[in-house]
T-cell receptor, first 112, second 114 residues
Framework: DTGVSQDPRHKITKRGQNVTFRCDPI?????LYWYRQTLGQGPEFLTY????????KSRLLSDRFSAERPKGSFSTLEIQRTEQGDSAMYLC??????????FGEGSWLTVV | AQSVTQLGSHVSVSEGALVLLRCNYS??????LFWYVQYPNQGLQLLLK??????LVKGINGFEAEFKKSETSFHLTKPSAHMSDAAEYFC????????????FGAGTRLTVKP
């Protein structure tokens, strides 16, 4: 049983560029989450999908951020016109139901 | 809305000593409670969870936590620390209806001294 997979693990980009992260959840998990984590902080909720439907978005998710889960399987998180404040680890997680969620290893973004 | 507060951003213990990491929660409905561990440059791994039933829950790596409703606490303990326990630990809370609203504490970094 493979876990949640994220790609790329590390990304360095120049300010103003667009970046995209991919998440492959645990198979048959219908719920998929994106979190952001900065140094010294816990994960902050960004958005949540049930199957292909995006059911909730945090106020942290500005207009420059967009997430999709087109076929209810993998998901992408795109950040347009990156800013230095976007530097963080972006965590994807999936869940089969109403209890625990399972995290991937995260995608580190550094904006220079 | 739920929230958790982790008391102490950094805890240091000697190898073989008791580990106690504190977590207090706030929730308007009966909560689900979780402890996750994070090793450097990795994602979060579930240690244990409380949903219903027995208030003392056991997790992986010898950790356990007790749900105390009267104290709104869910402290994490381990009788004897091992060097490999050094990591960041996060307490989390979610409601019983929508776990899409899981909230994490700021984390406690555990250091284990030889």
């Amino acid at each position: 049983d493979t876990g949640v997979s994220q790609d790329p693990r590390h990304k360095i980009t120049k300010r103003g560029q667009n970046v995209t992260f991919r998440c492959d959840p645990i198979s048959e998990h219908n719920r998929l989450y994106w979190y952001r984590q900065t140094l010294g902080q816990g994960p902050e909720f960004l958005t949540y999908f049930q199957n292909e439907a995006q059911l909730e978005k945090s106020r942290l998710l500005s207009d420059r951020f967009s997430a999709e889960r087109p076929k209810g399987s993998f998901s992408t998180l795109e950040i347009q016109r990156t800013e230095q404040g976007d530097s963080a680890m972006y965590l994807c997680a999936s869940s089969p139901g109403q209890t625990e969620i399972y995290f991937g290893e995260g995608s580190w973004l550094t904006v220079v | 809305a739920q929230s958790v507060t982790q008391l102490g951003s950094h805890v240091s213990v000697s190898e073989g000593a008791l580990v106690l990491l504190r977590c207090n929660y706030s929730s308007s409905v009966p909560p689900y409670l979780f402890w996750y561990v994070q090793y450097p440059n990795q994602g979060l791994q579930l240690l244990l969870k409380y949903t219903t039933g027995a208030t003392l829950v056991k997790g992986i790596n010898g950790f356990e936590a007790e749900f105390k409703k009267s104290e709104t606490s869910f402290h994490l303990t381990k009788p004897s620390a091992h060097m490999s326990d050094a990591a960041e630990y996060f307490c989390a809370v979610s409601d019983r209806v929508n776990n899409n609203d899981m909230r994490f504490g700021a984390g406690t970094r555990l250091t284990v001294k030889p």
